[in-house]
């Protein structure tokens, strides 16, 4: 931006010097040109100059007569300069206000085209103004999303607490087993909301240590195996032994949300949770018998708050956070994310962390 400014005014120098010497031109070569004009038709007398430096009145009236002249034309010049250089910056100066006034759709006009600086100028403002608009539009559905979130879970907690207190609920050990899974939901819910959003702002805290990543699946696997055996799911690991600089527990984070996104949206079968080493990169790997995600929604699976299609007699239960908050820990990692179909139809999901570098 300081490299434009400084190319903006140099131009306005340039222009400025450019008019003081047209004006200039125009008093000495009139000067020139009427003299010559009046030498060629009124000759002087012969002999000596006298009186050569005397100023008289005639004199007077043709420097006056050229310096008007020169003087509109540098007003001319003045004005269609300062035209080309005010009409943008009014405009920017518009935008500006009502976009403080709260009109995102607000933008700037770049005027004449001629003067590139300008026209830079209105091209980032408007640039600007659109990224604005983008990220406004992104809070509201941010906002509308999680409040669509946190309302089924507090509306059941609502509900049970204010029949606990009016007898129509005992406060049986299942019905606390109930509420507390509910209050789980939320810290999850409010966990995943904050990996998100931390990474999104370039805050997200990581606390990296030589880790062998086959023994942070492990654990996650034997936290999850019951879990996923009463789905119907049957657990293979084919993992090996390789180190990675991590923050373990966001990695475990991470493979949780993987193996959960398969429970919730596969058919119950063969679940493998795998590691490929390449020369740069661990690849960690959840695959799942099917049916996999169409191509359009494979193409923002990772966003915050989007959940495939699921039939009517299935229901996920999902937050829509799971995979978005997979790639925020890949990202802050270094790492990728993808997501790829399997040769018998699944969904492959991808995360690719830079090995350590011993």
Known sequence: MNGKRSKLSRQIVLSMSLVSVITTLIAFVGSYIIYGLLFTLWPPPPGPPENMFIVHAPDYVIFASLLLAALVVAIVLALRLAKRIIAPLNSLAEGARRIAEGDLAARALP????????????????????????????????NAAVAHELRTPLTILKGRLQGIRDGVFEPTETLVDGLLIQVDSLSRLVDDLRVVTLQNSGHLEMHFVTTDISVEIQHVVDSVRSALLAAGFSLDLATRSVLVECDGTRIRQAILALIDNARRYATPGQLIVRTTVSDLHVILQVEDEGPGIAPDFARQAFEPFTRAELSRSRSSGGTGLGLSVVRAIALAHGGTVRYRRSAVGGSIFEMALPRASL
């Open 111 to 142: 005027g004449d085209l001629s003067l590139g600086e300008t026209a830079n100028l209105v091209d980032d403002f408007n640039t600007m103004a659109v990224k604005l608009a983008d990220m406004a539009a992104e809070m509201t559905f941010w």
